[in-house]
């Protein structure tokens, strides 16, 4: 009697605590890098110095922003990029052990084998990956000398960016720049790894955290509940429905013992009666 009325309970409280396993993350909003006025027309921007500054974020974003889009086109494209975090975001959950590979790698100070794991991180999102993997379908939305503009934008962009990056090169052939565009193309879907990690990934590695701290599980319950967790990002594809939210705590109801499932109960209860 007293399994299947907490059962019930942490089925029914889920949606409501905060240790809860798939709070949704915000979603990424269209907003780009911050242009100044003097260099509205263009994405290149160098310091007082003549140093080339680098975007933070994608080219085709902050194309976008230049540009001044309103209503339903810059929904549009605020969805683009949304789907595209999105994406990653599935990417990572997918091929968890992929990222660990590389954060450990990261850590340890081997910065080859962390650029190994994320050049495999990059041949599974996209085979034959383009320079600017948002500007086809953003030129979809376009009107036409928009379209004509968005490209001037991102070729004046990359122009500056390699030029810079050859600044000190005797080589500057056209084979060269070829190779430090496809380096530079890599860096940028790093840069999105990193941040959907932070987005995605990270909460829910804070929450494990918060449950393993409380329920202190055997090594077996603690790889049973993140099997549960990465299931659930799966499968709510970073959107997890209160019915996805429930099955996952009974499924972690069920991989305890009447110890933990206690702990469970009381962990749960804390969040939805506070101490005062």
Sequence with gaps: MLRSTRAAFLAGTLGLCAVGLAQESPEPVLKGPA?????????????????????????????????????????????????????????????????KEATDALSAGKNAEAQAAYAKLYEQFEASPPRDPLAAPMLE????????????????????????????????????????????????FQDEVRLAYERVIRPYRERLEVMYAALEPTPEQRLAIRDVVLDLIREGKLKPTPDQRRAAINKVYDVLDEERRAKLFELILRQVVPNE
């Excluded at 110095?49 to 194309?63: D, I, M, V």
């Design 35 to 99: 242009v100044p006025d003097t260099v509205a027309k263009t994405l290149v921007n160098k310091d007082a110095r003549g140093n080339f500054r680098r975007l933070e974020g994608r080219p085709e974003e902050a194309a976008i922003v230049v540009l001044g889009l309103e209503g339903k086109a810059r929904e549009r494209a605020t969805k683009l990029c949304t789907d595209r975090a999105n994406a990653i975001g599935m990417l990572l959950a997918e091929h968890v052990e992929l990222l």
């Design 141 to 188: 939305i376009l009107k036409p000398a928009q379209k004509v503009e968005f490209t001037r934008l991102l070729d004046d962009y990359w122009q500056a960016w390699i030029d810079w990056e050859l600044r000190s090169s005797k080589d500057k052939s056209d084979e060269a720049r070829a190779r430090v565009e496809k380096r530079l193309a890599f860096q940028l």
